[in-house]
């Protein structure tokens, strides 16, 4: 995997580069606008340009906390829709691929039409917004009526929306083990891996969020950890980012605290023995 974290994006995105290069990481995700505001930001032509020439690793984007395209609130499905293309927007100025998205929540209409909802969502933002952007389904905890938290739920989606070439999935660790796959071990890591492949595609996967977990396996609770001191520990998680066939997969540490925090975990994570 390529070490990453999140970093901080304040002062625009090429600060998050600079960010990124003194820290020397391998990969990073950023928000390109406030992931607590509907109101997206705009994207100067002059700061795309520098970005693009400035970005020497790849990076990641996340949308909106606030998004949810299953939301029975028609206010809400309809600014969903609008953030979701303004996102991708930006990203295409930005020279972004890939966006990471957490599925959202049915509000009691259920799992299937909650999926049924945010595969179209997600059809016509792509057929908007044409291009190489890439979507990519974070799993989560379980919590409440949330979607994606199981790995065939993941899939259901992606076969609805049709688009494999601008589709995939964001494994994140933590809500993973939320959501009662365990991975505390190599032997865990392995066989929920393999389960991952037998269901999405473990080559589907085109970011992982590299999170311990506070709450225990299966409590469908999601609460991060830093690296070593929740519930998952090193041994599973080192095992993961070993793994050859994610050689090329963003590791985005998301941990609680400061950029130099989760460059920290990070270190920690990838630390050889």
Same mark, same amino acid.
């Given at each position: ?27 990073? *995700? ?36 606030? &998004? ?20 991708? @927007? ?5 020279? %972004?691929?890939?966006? &990471? ?26 057929? +908007? ?5 890439? %979507? ?9 009526? /949330? ?5 065939? *739920? ?27 796959? @365990? ?5 865990? &890591?392995? +066989?929920?891996? /393999? ?7 473990? @080559? ?27 519930? %998952? ?9 070993? *793994? ?16 130099? @925090? ?12």
């Amino acid at each position: 995997m390529l070490p990453g974290i999140h970093v901080s994006a304040a002062g625009g995105a090429v600060k998050a580069l600079e960010r990124a290069r003194a820290l020397s990481l391998s990969a990073a *995700q950023i928000f390109t606008s406030s992931q607590t505001q509907w109101k997206g930001r705009r994207i100067d032509p002059s700061e795309a340009r520098e970005f693009r020439a400035a970005r020497r690793i790849p990076v990641v984007s996340h949308a909106s906390y606030l &998004v949810n395209l299953a939301s029975d609130r028609p206010d809400v499905a309809v600014k969903s829709a609008t953030a979701l293309r303004e996102e991708l @927007d930006r990203m295409e100025l930005l020279g %972004i691929r890939d966006l &990471v998205m957490h599925p959202g929540s049915h509000m009691g209409r259920g799992t299937e039409e909650g999926m049924r909802l945010v595969a179209a969502g997600i059809a016509a933002a792509l057929e +908007s917004v044409p291009g190489s952007t890439r %979507i990519l389904l974070e799993n989560t905890a379980g919590m409440g009526t /949330s979607i994606g938290f199981r790995f065939e *739920q993941l899939a259901g989606i992606l076969e609805l929306v049709g688009n494999r070439g601008r589709t995939g999935i964001c494994l994140d660790t933590a809500h993973a083990f939320a959501a009662g796959y @365990d991975l505390s071990t190599p032997e865990h &890591v392995d +066989s929920v891996l /393999s389960e991952l492949d037998a269901t999405v595609g473990i @080559d589907r996967m085109g970011a992982c969020h590299l999170n311990d977990s506070r709450t225990p396996l299966a409590s469908r609770v999601d609460r991060h950890a830093s690296a070593g001191e929740g519930m %998952i520990g090193l041994k599973g998680l080192r095992h993961l980012v070993g *793994q050859e066939a994610l050689s090329g997969v963003p590791a985005i540490v998301e941990t609680p605290g400061t950029d130099e @925090d989760r460059k920290r975990d990070l270190d920690i994570l990838f630390a050889e023995g």
